[in-house]
Structures are given as structure tokens and as C-alpha cells.
């Protein structure tokens, strides 16, 4: 099974602030997805960066993938009380996701 | 569509129980994901079918869990004897390979407390 290493594990901030999350591995992947999961509820994608150095933004999000394929970050700009959640990176092994243990984010108003 | 259906939202057993839940996947999709997420260990892969048949059962913790797709529209998770290491959160989630997003649709999942 590749690794998937999350950081930081609990991220709580204030309304406005901005963040980054941080998903790393040993293992190269062909693709790597972000989740976000609310409470009671499953995870739901949010983007999949393929290539290798790719930014993909999605409103106040920015996904980056690593050059080697083996990393990538999440950078929340100005953060809303609606960004609350779980994030969760997973990487792609053949159709199989393995999934990080994700970073739980509390913005507050 | 009505999304991914799972069944209990909630289910509480007594150690050696036998535990059923349920999934009904989105209609056309073509795979079919068990998970199983707790804080301790986060999400993990139990077991998914291609087609309905069991690809990839590495994840399933012992023989007291098994899983069937008897067709394409219904899965299984079966644990007996339940035991209270088997509390968790139970996501089913499918997908469709010709979609080309490899995105895989969850569930709300089935939260299992064992007595």
C-alpha cells in the first residue's frame, strides 16, 4: 500500500486567514485527488491534479501537484466558516484510491 | 439521480452479532468501493468490484467480513461475528470507468457501534 502522509492533522483558524494543507508520499502516483468530507457525510472531490507542477484552482482553492508526483498542497485564501471540513488527498492505484488520513479544518467566525 | 444509498444509516449490535449493510450503487456506474473510516486508521480500502465481480479484497481485515455484488444495482458487507474493534463508519462508494475522472461517488455511510 503507498503512504499517504497529511499535515498538519488539526488546523483551526479564524474567518479570513489563509492556509495550506500539505499531502506527501514516497510512491510516485499517476494522479492524485482532493476530498472534502462534512461531518455525517461521505467525501466529496473537489479536483484531480494529473500532471506533474500543475495548478488547478477551484474559487479560493489552489491545488498544486508536485513535480515528482509524489506530493501536493492545498491553499485555502481568505477562509469561510463554510471551508470547515475534513480534507483528504488520495492517491490513484489503478482504479483503487488509497486515501490519506486527512486534515481536519475549523474556521471560525 | 438519487446518488449512492447506503442502509442502516445507523446500526447498533452486540458483540457476535452478525452486521449487514447495504449499497446501491449509481445507476451505470461500474465499480463498487467498500471503506471503512475511523479516527485512528482514516479511510480504508476493504474491497471493490468491477462489473460485479470482487477484484481486490486485500483490505478486508479477517475472514469475519465479507462482501458480495449479487448484481449491478445491490452490495453486501456482511460481519459475523461482529466484534467491538468493528465500530466505525462504512462507506460504499462507486464509480465509472468511462468517465475518465477515475471520481468515485460516496455515500453517507453506515455508522456501526458494536456492544
Known amino acids: 500500500t503507498q503512504l499517504l502522509e497529511q499535515s498538519p492533522q488539526f488546523l483551526s483558524i479564524q474567518e479570513g486567514e489563509n492556509l495550506t494543507v500539505y499531502c506527501n508520499s514516497s510512491?510516485?502516483?499517476?494522479?492524485l485527488q482532493w476530498y472534502r468530507q462534512e461531518p455525517g457525510e461521505g467525501p466529496v472531490l473537489l479536483v484531480t491534479v494529473v500532471t506533474g507542477g500543475e495548478v488547478k484552482k477551484l474559487k479560493r482553492l489552489t491545488f498544486q501537484f508536485g513535480d515528482a508526483r509524489k506530493d501536493s498542497s492545498l491553499h485555502i485564501t481568505a477562509a469561510q466558516p463554510g471551508d470547515t471540513g475534513l480534507y483528504l488527498c488520495?492517491?490513484?492505484?489503478?482504479?483503487?484510491?488509497?486515501f490519506g488520513k486527512g486534515t481536519s479544518l475549523l474556521v471560525t467566525p | 439521480d438519487a446518488g449512492v444509498i447506503q442502509s442502516p444509516r445507523h446500526e447498533v449490535t452486540e458483540m457476535g452479532q452478525e452486521v449487514t449493510l447495504r449499497c446501491k450503487p449509481i445507476s451505470g456506474h461500474d465499480y463498487l468501493f467498500w471503506y471503512r473510516q475511523t479516527m485512528m486508521r482514516g479511510l480504508e480500502l476493504l474491497i471493490y468490484?468491477?462489473?460485479?465481480?470482487?477484484?481486490?479484497d486485500s483490505g478486508m481485515p479477517e475472514d469475519r467480513f465479507s462482501a458480495k455484488m449479487p448484481n449491478a444495482s445491490f452490495s453486501t458487507l456482511k460481519i459475523q461475528p461482529s466484534e467491538p474493534r468493528d465500530s466505525a463508519v462504512y462507506f460504499c462508494?462507486?464509480?465509472?470507468?468511462?468517465?475518465?475522472?477515475?471520481?468515485?461517488?460516496f455515500g453517507p455511510g453506515t455508522r456501526l457501534t458494536v456492544l
Open positions: 510512491s510516485v502516483f499517476s494522479s
Open positions: 468490484f468491477n462489473n460485479n465481480v470482487p477484484i481486490d
Open positions: 462508494a462507486s464509480s465509472f470507468a468511462g468517465s475518465g475522472t477515475n471520481e468515485q461517488f
Open positions: 488520495a492517491g490513484n492505484s489503478g482504479y483503487a484510491l488509497n
